[in-house]
């Protein structure tokens, strides 16, 4: 792993620069309904806009930071304040009428980069997107996603060794103990692939550890949020997995005398 490799990975596992979701798109959608609820158009032209719709304190898209209060995990974030009221890709389908101020700021910790008015988010989504816009946050992203794609593509199933890479690393960890000992999980399922193996899903193997993603496969070291690495594979839509703790994994290595995968079948073959 070069050091270019090694700084992206820092910004990843230690100051974790990962843009969950639909965040940003979301909060252009909410900006793009403001905007068009508060233009009337029955006015004549330089009428219409209603004196609200460029009003902060009513509205506004915030692009910053954002730590979960419990799990300490951080990543970049938009969402949209109007008002005491939060809005948030997150929390739209449990909250859709949106989070109290308190709550929201207690639970998420927010610390906003840029405020944005709803004209300048629809003006800024036509030049750059849905965001982020600012520089600091756009070249963090650049390079989380640069690092990403050599590390989505970086497991093709012909000649990987990571059954063996996983089952040894669990070994390593929890050999010594029993799996009250270990909370390590050793995992085997089917993922879809990405770059030349787009469209095709094959099975790979890694260890959860927590809400950490460990992948040890190849000679790398990828450790992403859980939530992140399941969405990267489509692991969650695919739902082909199977959980072994070390006890289990153990008999598993011990029957079958290899490292995997044991009960694994994917549509592939692969």
């Known amino acids: 792993m070069n050091l270019l490799q090694k700084y992206i990975r820092t910004l990843l596992t230690e100051k974790n620069v990962l843009a969950i979701g639909e965040c940003y798109p979301f909060a252009v959608e909410k900006a793009t309904a403001w905007f068009r609820d508060h233009i009337d158009r029955t006015k004549t032209r330089g009428k219409r ?3 609200d719709i460029d009003n902060k304190d009513k509205f506004k898209v915030v692009h910053g930071r954002v730590t979960n209060k419990w799990s300490g995990e951080s990543y970049l974030h938009a969402w949209v304040e109007m008002g005491d009221t939060i809005f948030d ?4 389908r449990t909250k859709p009428d949106g989070l109290d101020r308190k709550t929201y ?5 927010p610390e906003p980069i840029v405020e944005y008015t709803a004209e300048e988010v ?3 989504c036509v030049q ?3 965001g982020p816009w600012d520089e600091e946050s756009r070249e963090a992203m650049s390079q989380r996603d640069a690092w990403l794609h050599e590390a989505a593509t970086s497991g093709a199933p012909a000649g990987g060794d990571c059954y063996e890479a996983a089952g040894k690393y669990i070994m390593d960890k929890c050999q010594f103990g029993s799996s009250e000992d270990c909370n390590l999980t050793l995992v085997h399922g089917e993922v879809m692939g990405q770059g030349p193996l787009e469209g095709i899903t094959f099975g790979h193997a890694w260890v959860l550890s927590g809400g950490l ?3 040890k496969s190849n000679g790398r070291n990828i450790e992403l949020p859980k939530q992140f690495y399941y969405a990267l594979g489509g692991i969650d839509n695919i739902g082909n997995v199977h959980e072994y703790d070390w006890d289990a994994a153990r008999d598993n ?4 005398q290899h490292w995997g995968p044991w009960d694994l079948e994917t549509e592939s073959g692969l």
């Open 49 to 51: 806009a209603h004196p």
């Open 89 to 92: 890709d997150q929390t739209k």
């Open 105 to 109: 700021y207690d639970h998420f910790q």
């Open 122 to 124: 629809m003006v800024n």
């Open 128 to 130: 750059g997107g849905p």
């Open 213 to 215: 993603a460990i992948d």
């Open 253 to 256: 290595i011990l029957t079958y």
